[in-house]
């Protein structure tokens, strides 16, 4: 136990030592980061077209091929798939108030593009906002995150309680059950602690809803219309997730308690530029460059690569990770509070058996 308490005493020290490494950059690349916090109403209409009008396009060209041959219809609906990880990116700006100029608009903007991802704007907004508030600290996990437990916790907890776990960090589970029950299930329901405009703003998206894929099932076919939601919804919200994942869950990510958590610190140490291959960076909205986004919110999707270049520029330090390095973090499922990493189950289990 001492040696234990000698090692977590260790890991502080050291942890401080070097997010006070990080703190010394981040003014300087928070003075980078103002200069691409502008909304620009031009690449924002533009977005607007390429993707929600795509996505809009695209459901009318299905119906057709859908009639002709389904040979033509799947590679459609994996490229509306696609789109709608982008159309899900502007709902996410128009919630940061980044994506136009004003906040009406981005209200607009994100309810409608929230109806498209089956997202109520607000309720999904008011938890993203818990979530920016609270990455990284180990003290406010649970709202807007992915269930992660120390290697103490895990170890405390009864048989139970660790089978849940694995079950809920069990890449099948996550990544296309999980989706289905955030998206389908989780966002019909509003907060608790939720204010009037998001429980209402809940029930009216669940109500649009409801008319429009009975309107959509009458005009496909409740069958047909079915099976190509759930295909197109399932590969974005899989994508979604997995994005969201992979840009918070790698080795050498960023957890501290209350007292130690720092949101500069948290920002560049506990969130990733997930390097991706172009086409991929396209639809996913630039969201890989996840390390501007969590230090400054306000930059929109369409202005992160070019506030990327720029903070490398004054020596801004983050943690690149390539496509198929990825892919790799499914192993790791622990916090290791000794060591700072992300440990997989057998390391836990070598390390402190």
């Known amino acids: 136990m001492q040696q234990t308490i000698s090692h977590l005493e260790s890991a502080a020290q050291k942890g401080r030592a070097l997010h ?8 300087s690349v928070k003075a980078e980061t103002r200069k691409f916090q502008q909304s620009h109403t031009g690449k924002a209409a533009w977005q607007l077209v390429n993707s929600v009008g795509a996505y809009v396009a695209l459901w009318a060209v299905m119906y057709f091929t859908v009639q002709v041959s389904w040979l033509l219809t799947i590679p459609l609906a994996l490229v509306a798939s696609g789109l709608l990880v982008r159309v899900f990116i502007i709902s996410h700006d128009c919630g940061h108030g980044s994506f136009l100029s004003t906040e009406r608009w981005n209200t607009v903007w994100g309810i409608v593009t929230g109806f498209l991802t089956f997202t109520a704007y607000h309720h999904w907004r008011g938890e993203h906002a818990v979530h920016h508030g609270t990455s990284g600290n ?14 103490a916790e895990y170890q405390a907890s009864s048989r139970w309680k660790k089978l849940g776990y694995r079950v809920v960090r069990n890449p099948f589970i996550l990544l296309v059950v999980a989706p289905f029950v ?45 099976l190509l939601q759930v295909l197109v ?23 501290a308690r209350n007292g130690d958590w720092d949101f500069g610190a948290a920002a560049l140490e506990g969130s990733s ?5 172009k086409v991929l960076q396209w639809f996913s909205g630039n969201i890989g460059f996840h390390h501007i986004h969590h230090l400054a919110p306000r930059v929109p999707n369409y202005n992160l690569e070019r506030c990327h270049e720029a903070i490398k520029a004054v020596g801004g330090k983050v943690r690149e990770i390539t496509f198929w390095e990825g892919f790799r973090s499914l192993k790791l499922q622990l916090w290791d509070e000794a060591t700072s990493q992300l440990v997989s189950f057998r390391q836990a289990r070598l390390a402190y058996s």
Not at 138 to 151: A, F, I, K, N
């Open 20 to 27: 006070a490494e990080t703190k010394a950059m981040i003014a």
């Open 182 to 226: 955030l998206f389908i299930v989780l966002e019909r329901i509003p907060r608790k602690d939720a204010g009037r405009t998001e429980k209402v703003g809940t029930w009216l998206t669940n109500i649009a809803l409801a008319l429009a894929i009975v309107g959509m099932c009458s005009l496909f076919g409740t069958g047909t219309f079915l």
């Open 233 to 255: 919804m399932g590969v974005a919200m899989g994508s979604g997730v997995w994005l969201f994942y992979v840009q918070h869950q790698f080795e050498d990510t960023y957890w």
């Open 138 to 151: 180990l003290d406010r996990r649970g709202t807007g995150d992915v269930w992660t437990m120390t290697v």
């Open 273 to 277: 530029f997930y390097k991706l291959p």
